[in-house]
């Protein structure tokens, strides 16, 4: 199994910016692909974004197109969200999880596909 742990989540204004981190450990070379996904109150989990350990290859939900970027560090098994001209409706739970990897894109948007999850960092965008 990965375990993964998010950081960097914390309360910003409207059009401020933040930048999320999630470490691994364990299996890291077992992980084909680190998602993020978000959960707000009251809403079902909804994928963010997501990178692909071979390749880095990028996917982004059309809500954060061009405002957040995915990356990674695989020396620091370190995967970061920058999220930038954040808007009150950014406001969740973020998770970090791992998972296998395909070339559909599709399938990195669909949370079945991931098996290990971190424990969540709250970020609250205030208007």
């Known amino acids: 199994q990965v375990q993964l742990v998010e950081s960097g989540g914390g309360l910003v204004q409207a059009g401020g910016s933040l930048r999320l981190s999630c470490t691994a450990s364990?299996?890291?070379?077992?992980?084909?692909?680190v998602g993020w996904f978000r959960q707000a109150p009251g809403s079902e989990r909804e994928f963010v974004a997501a990178?692909?350990?071979?390749?880095?290859?990028?996917y982004y939900a059309d809500s954060v197109l061009g405002r957040f970027t995915v990356s990674r560090d695989n020396a620091k098994n370190t995967v970061n969200l920058q999220m930038n001209s954040l808007k009150p409706e950014d406001t969740a739970v973020y998770y970090c999880?791992?998972?296998?990897?395909?070339?559909?894109?599709?399938?990195?948007?669909?949370?079945?596909?991931?098996?290990?999850w971190g424990q969540g960092t709250q970020v609250t965008v205030s208007s």
């Open positions: 999880a791992s998972g296998g990897t395909s070339f559909s894109m599709d399938y990195h948007r669909n949370a079945m596909n991931y098996d290990s």
């Open positions: 990178i692909r350990r071979i390749g880095s290859v990028t």
């Open positions: 364990g299996r890291t070379l077992s992980s084909g692909a």
